[in-house]
């Protein structure tokens, strides 16, 4: 029973919401976390400031992540305002009410410790299997609450309830697909947390005997600029008339470049300079999922990775003209977020980071 475990906020919350006989190991596969489609139970904000006073090294990562600010997020706040509903708020805001605005309390905390760890309805933290719970530097005692340890909780499950769904007025259409584009990529086998999650070691000023080890709470996504870059390898090659290529092969990424968010692309852009740097010819263009207007279906998906694409592979060919040929040529991918889906360079932009870039001299390709 929860009355001999040693006092803990968690374990105490926990206890108002547990049926008397709760164990503190399950072999049954809990439901996973997802977004809110009803009022939770209350002292959620209470129960998660629990998980962070016991659990420094995760807290302070979680802190500085884009699940922490999945709500407070000036670009979310710039789009909701448009989309105003429910549909946005169960995952930006799941431990508030979707029915309503949420509190400052409630917004502020995003997707919170307790929203993965202790979805709604559970009376246990969640785990994978294997993990070590406690609250201790050593993890010496046993966790001061109950427990549901599943090896589903590893996998890419854990995940897909916020980050695979359809549009809320067309259900045969994915908003969001990145679960079935994993599933069609070379990295199929390998869980989300592997790359958006690594084992750091959170031991401070000694060596580490493996107690301090754990995953990332940061999670690491697509305003790390080094994950950004792993994300592809890009080879250019120009050719006479002011003809340039880009061929465009996805690296370490298990799913399209960039995925899941509507608001994200790239945008790949070529220019001829004169010697003092100045614009001789430019073009560009934005790779993305392309709709046929507002609420139609996607006319075609030219992300590298899609799962449209053989192998993932975009070739995106420019014509710069004749007068691009002595002239030098320097091209970009960057990663852009958009205040709207956009295919066109009018687009508002909220934020971009250059993915990566080169130079073409007029014979050819430099190192």
């Known amino acids: 029973m929860l009355r001999d475990l040693p006092w803990c906020p968690l374990a105490l919350a926990l206890a108002c919401h547990a049926a008397p006989s709760a164990p503190r190991d399950t072999a049954s596969v809990p439901a996973m976390p ?31 992540s884009q699940h922490r600010s999945a709500y407070a997020d000036p670009d979310f706040l710039h789009a909701v305002a448009t989309e105003r509903g429910p549909f946005c708020r169960g995952c930006h805001a799941p431990e508030a009410d979707p029915a309503r605005v949420p509190a400052q309390a409630e917004g502020t905390i995003g997707v919170a410790c307790v929203t993965c760890h202790v979805p709604h309805g559970s009376d246990a933290s969640m785990l994978a299997e294997g ?20 090896a589903a909780f590893a996998d890419v499950d854990a995940c897909g309830g916020c980050h695979e769904f359809a549009f809320p007025r067309t259900p045969a259409l ?35 005997d493996g107690a301090a080890r754990h995953r990332s709470h940061a999670f690491a996504a697509s305003r790390d600029p080094a994950m950004l870059r792993a994300a592809i390898d890009v080879q250019a090659v120009r050719e006479p008339g002011g003809r340039v290529s880009l061929r465009l092969t996805p690296g370490r990424i298990g799913h399209a470049f960039p995925t899941g968010d509507l608001f994200r692309r790239l945008w790949v852009d070529v220019q001829a300079q004169d010697e003092d740097g100045d614009e001789v010819a430019y ?17 075609h998906d030219d992300r590298p990775g899609a799962t449209a694409l053989r192998d993932g592979i975009v070739d995106v060919a420019f014509e710069l003209g004749d007068a691009a ?38 014979a050819g390709a430099t190192p």
């Open 34 to 64: 997802g977004p809110t489609t009803a009022a939770p139970a209350p002292d959620r904000v209470a129960l998660n400031d629990g998980c962070v006073r016991c659990h420094a090294p995760q807290a302070a990562e979680w802190e500085a």
């Open 131 to 150: 993990t070590l719970a406690a609250t201790t530097p050593t993890r010496a005692t046993p966790a001061p609450h109950p427990v549901t340890r599943t």
């Open 174 to 208: 994915a908003m969001q697909s990145t679960l079935t584009e994993h599933a069609a990529s070379r990295f199929a086998a390998t869980p989300c947390a592997e790359c958006h999650m690594p084992w750091v070691d959170s031991s401070v000023g000694s060596p580490s």
């Open 283 to 299: 073009d560009a263009r934005a790779l993305t999922r392309h709709f046929a207007g507002p609420g139609g279906p996607i006319t």
């Open 325 to 362: 040929d002595e002239h030098p040529i320097a091209w970009r991918v960057v990663h852009q977020r958009v205040a709207l889906p956009h295919d066109g360079d009018d687009a508002e932009i909220f934020g971009e980071i250059v993915v990566t870039e080169g130079r073409l001299d007029a």
